[in-house]
Each structure stands twice: as structure tokens, then as C-alpha cells.
DNA sequence: CGTAGCCTTGAAGGTGATCAATGTTTGTGG
DNA sequence: CCACAAACATTGATCACCTTCAAGGCTACG
């Protein structure tokens, strides 16, 4: 159990946990492992036996799912501190309703659903924060939904400061995560193609650099006012 | 206390509170009120302090916030047995994340904040079925994202299909909500005019017919393939 | 060193938004 | 009970944004 005393620790770093005792963590994530994932790996499959779930421990992972047309909708980017397929485990016969698949170098730390049934569930503290975390989700959604008669280059710019908002540290407008244009597509269902030209007119102006690793912004200005604003000649 | 019988009785049959004895049910509804709203009326406000939270009794209510651009985008239709609010009734100082107005006359079980605390987060059972209704509703969330790229006409046609299946019965194709072709378009982020286009195109081949009142799906065939298929000339 | 995935740019075309005008229904108060 | 305002429904014309298709270059990885 030694070696787990490293992961405990940063689980008391995450939000979900703070304030636990390390022995009250050590019950919760009892039988579970740490996967470590090289990019574009996959830990769940979209329609599989839903048979664990997990804590994002470092790195990132998309949330995606097939749509009618044989393309991919990304639902959701989990970053260090997010919990995966969780809310699923109450469920009979759980299936994974998302793909879940590492960007980057990453781990999660993967708990059979019994101990979800068994241990968190009756943790009153878990549970308020875990319907808080989902709470916040669906909050997400809505958000996205009233930008749904945005232009593109709203829901890029919203994307990118939700992101941001994400990271620990904002303050210095670095995102750690090797996100294409593709993936900024698919999780806004649009076009590549589309959001090459938005993103290469501000990549033009110096609005954000990006890198095969990671995002980094420069003028989070320009990207505020350009979701808030409607009026915008881009 | 004897004028809350009926009401409990009511609950009895929701998914919420199938197999809960009276009595425990009665504890969940402490200091709780029925509201008796008319067609417009509003019940909760975004943005207002959140004091309450509720379970939709009779009728439907629409949930909608406010878009940057002064528009409302509608959020959730709640009908019989869902919950409203009631996951963010453990933040800190909640305020409503949606306005909550009725369509049609409708009836709400308004509870208020102190007793979700204090009673509903310590009943294990009541616990797991809050995070299935709430795990469903992202459920919805994500299926209107794969939507996204999809022709309007299928994103039409999957809301009535959705709103029909949420209906106990669902055999006869009726949906009693009063619908507008504006709060349709609200729902999905697209104008009223290009909603009617569509739909008069369905109205004219008798796949449905509505009132003032409801909706009665006369073709669901059509529907389901219409959102099913991508290549459609309609 | 070849393939696959990603990025980029251009041209053409379409779906749906916007604007405008009019008809219809509902609810309200005199 | 009527008149009027307000909300909803409808139809047409125009236009913009974004998609689609096509083609080429770049980089990473086996």
C-alpha cells in the first residue's frame, strides 16, 4: 500500500477530496489501480460494459461520442481533479455513455463500480461535491447551449477561456493540453476548415500561440470580448 | 395535513419516490407548498437567490436563461415527476441557473432549500435516483450535441420525439404541451422562421397536427427516420 | 521513408438567418 | 360584448456564414 501514498496525496489536492482524512481516501479507492496512458490511448469505450470508473489524475482525457453520421462530437475535456463515468454507476446495467481517451501523457485512477456502490455513495460530504462537479457540468452544457446562435468565433473563444478557466494557475494563459483544430471541431461541431480561419486570423494578431503540447494565451482580452460582444467584424 | 394526501399519493407515482412509504415521503415534503400557476406564469427567476427548490406535480415548465445577445435559450421542458433546481440546493449561496415558467396550467411542489440539506441528501436511495435523473439529463445534453451538424429538420424531429417519449404513454402519439414554433426554435437555437418552414412541410403531409394546447404525432415514422437518416431531400 | 494525421488555403454552394409584411389567435379592459 | 394590444403563425426575398470539396504541405511515427 506504500506505493499508493503518493496518490492519496493528490487526491487531497483535488477539490472532490479536500478536507479528507488520507485513511478515509485509502477506503474509497479501495481495489483500484492508476492507469498510465500515452497519448490518443483509450481507457473507455463508448457502449461497453460500464465496469469502473475514474479520477483524472494528471494530464487530460476527451470525452467523445460516435453521432449519426460516423463522425465523433467531443463532449467534455477532463483535466487533473475530474471525475469519469461516475454517475453512470448507479445505474442496472451501466454502458459508458462516452469515450474516454488521453490527450497527452497521462493517468487516471481506475475504481471498480462496486466500491462506488458500496463506499461513495454513502459518504454524504462525497456526494454533495459529486453533485456539485455534476451540477457544474450541466452548467456547462447550458452555457454552450446559449451560445448556440453565436458566431464560430464566439464558441471558440468561449472554449478556449472555459478552458483557462479550468487550469489552476490562469494567470499566466497556459493550457497544458495538445488540443488540434480538429478536436476544437468536433467539440463544437463545426468544420475544421472553419475554425482554421478564425484561429489563423488571431494566431495572425497574436491573440494565442499553440504547439503540439499545449495553448498558450496571450491577449485573453481579445477572446472575452469577442464571446461577449455580438457585434464583431473578426 | 390531511389536504397533502393527494399530493403524496401523486409523488407515490413518480419514478423519484417509487416503493417510499408514505411517511418517508411526507418527512422529504416538510415545510413544502403547492404552487398552482397559469399559462406564463413564472416561478423561479435566473439569477434570484434560490430559497426552494421543486418537483413538477402537473402541467410542464420551461427551463430558459438569458443569451449574450438578449434572447432566451430554452435549457429543459420538465414534465410530471421531474426535478427542478434541485442540484445546486448544496452550493454555498445558490442562485437559479434557469428561469422556471409554466406552459399551460400547471402544478408545483415547491420545497424549500433547508429541507434538500437536511433530509433529501441523507436518504441513500433518494441520493442514487438524483443522480440517475440527473446523469439522464447529460444524457440529453449529449445527444443534442451530436445533433449539432445535423439538418434542422432532424433536430426537430428528435425534440418531438424526445418530448413524446418522455410521456408515459406514448402509444398515441400526443404530447399535451402547449409548444409554440418560437419556443421550439428557443430550444434549439434557431429562428422561428426556419422552425415553421419545416414544420408546415410536416403539417401538410400529416405527420402531425397541434392546438393551441398539444401536440398529436400522427407519423412518428417519419420523424424517427427523418432524424435517424442524414440524406434527406424533405 | 512511407503513411497517416494534422494544418492550410481557395472556390463554390447551401442551409438557415434576417428583414419585412400580413394574417391569426388570445387575453384584457372598457 | 366589443375593441385593441400582444403574442403567435406564416410567407417571401435577400444575404451571410459556414460547409463542402479539392489540393497541397507539414510533421510525427512505425
Redesign the pocket.
Known sequence: MGAFDGVITELQGFSLFSGFEREAIKQLCDSSRVIINR?HETVFNFGDEATAFGVVLSGAYKLSRPTAGGEDVIVYFSTPGDVVAAFIMTRPNPVYPVSVVAMGPSRLLKIPRAVYNSTWVRNPTLVTRMQMSLSGRIGLFQDQKALL?A??SSKIAALLIGLLDKQPDQSDGYIPLPL???EIADSLG?????V??V??EW?KRGVFETT?KHIQILKPEILIQEFSSQTETT
Not at 463545426?190 to 472553419?194: H, K
Open positions: 497519448h446562435r458566431p464560430l488540434t483544430r480538429k463545426s468544420s475544421v476548415e472553419s482554421i480561419r484561429m489563423s494566431s503540439e
